[in-house]
């Protein structure tokens, strides 16, 4: 197989992986709806460039995350199918990365939107 055929496929297997995790776990639906509402406030709050770079950042950062906690907690299951405190352990790390960068967009997210909406809906008054 040539260089460029396996490079085509390593995206198309990619995009395979990100659908799969879509369609199957609820927390990166919740992520991606939280992606889509952002980007909607944005555009409305018409924010900055850096703003923007900012928030895609983020978006990358939990997206990516929730990637690869799937991944391991795939792994783990499969590996031990059973009961395990340490396999538990494992997924239970994994998941609270995701939570840590998720609870700390959040606040970059209320830093950069917050004063937004105060000033629009003081200027409602």
């Excluded at 879509?22 to 927390?27: L, P």
């Excluded at 639906?29 to 950042?57: N, Q």
């Excluded at 790390?93 to 937004?116: D, H, N, Q, R, T």
Aim: proline share 2%; with cysteine.
């Amino acid at each position: 197989m040539s260089k460029k055929k396996h490079l085509i496929y390593s995206f198309k297997y990619a995009f395979q992986g990100i659908a799969s995790a879509f369609k199957t776990e609820r927390n990166m639906k919740i992520h991606v709806t939280a992606v889509v509402l952002v980007t909607i406030a944005g555009l409305f709050f018409k924010i900055s460039k850096i703003e923007w770079m900012i928030c895609i950042i983020l978006f990358g950062m939990v997206i990516s995350l929730e990637l690869a906690n799937t991944a391991i907690e795939t792994t783990v299951d499969i590996a031990m199918p059973e009961k395990n405190e340490k396999a538990k352990l494992a997924k239970d790390i994994a998941a609270g990365a995701v939570l840590v960068c998720a609870f700390i967009s959040v606040i970059i997210g209320g830093m950069i939107f917050v004063p937004k909406i105060c000033i629009f809906f003081t200027n409602m008054l």
